[in-house]
């Protein structure tokens, strides 16, 4: 499990539109290459609305779906890959008003298939791997939010 809080000095309402925006998110993966190809392909999704995300990860090509499960706006949602390279994954996303603009909660639950080799893997490379991506896109989310120039559109299409 993953557990990450970052701070952005905007609106609630903003961080969580940002944070189902397909745009932002192609936007904020630059490293992996990530794009989607299938369901929501831009703009926001919305509850129990899907995307398929083509990226490279360890110099792999993968594909993974995930749907939106639960849906309470402004104050949070949950992704879950419905097909993909994990045997479970389980994102939790939290908004929370904080002085001065949000406090992001995400909490991350997440196995990696093969068993035994799957769980090695997970403490020692993929849990390292997968809080360094979710640092850079809160990073990439908290840059672009606070941007005094930025879009205001709510993360629709950026």
Same mark, same amino acid.
């Given at each position: ?63 993974? /779906?995930?749907? &939106? !499960? ?14 993909? =390279?994990?045997? $479970? ?41 997968? /809080?360094?991506? &979710? !640092? ?14 930025? =879009?205001?559109? $709510?993360?629709?299409?950026?």
């Amino acid at each position: 499990m993953i557990a990450l809080e970052t701070f952005i000095a905007a609106p609630r309402e903003d961080c969580f539109a940002w944070s189902l925006s397909v745009d932002a998110h192609t936007s904020s993966m630059g490293r992996s290459r990530e794009r989607a190809v299938a369901g929501v392909t831009q703009g926001q999704l919305r509850a129990g609305e899907s995307v398929t995300w083509r990226a490279t990860h360890f110099g792999i090509p993968w594909r993974m /779906t995930s749907v &939106i !499960t639960e849906y309470t706006p402004p104050h949070r949602f949950v992704d879950q890959q419905t097909s993909g =390279p994990f045997a $479970r994954w389980w994102h939790e996303h939290r908004f929370e008003v904080c002085d001065g603009g949000t406090l992001m909660h995400d909490v991350i639950d997440f196995a990696a298939p093969l068993g035994v080799l799957g769980r090695v893997a997970d403490r020692w490379i993929v849990k390292r791997y997968v /809080t360094g991506l &979710i !640092t850079d896109r809160n990073a990439w989310l908290k840059r672009e939010l606070e941007r005094p120039d930025r =879009p205001r559109n $709510r993360g629709a299409a950026l």
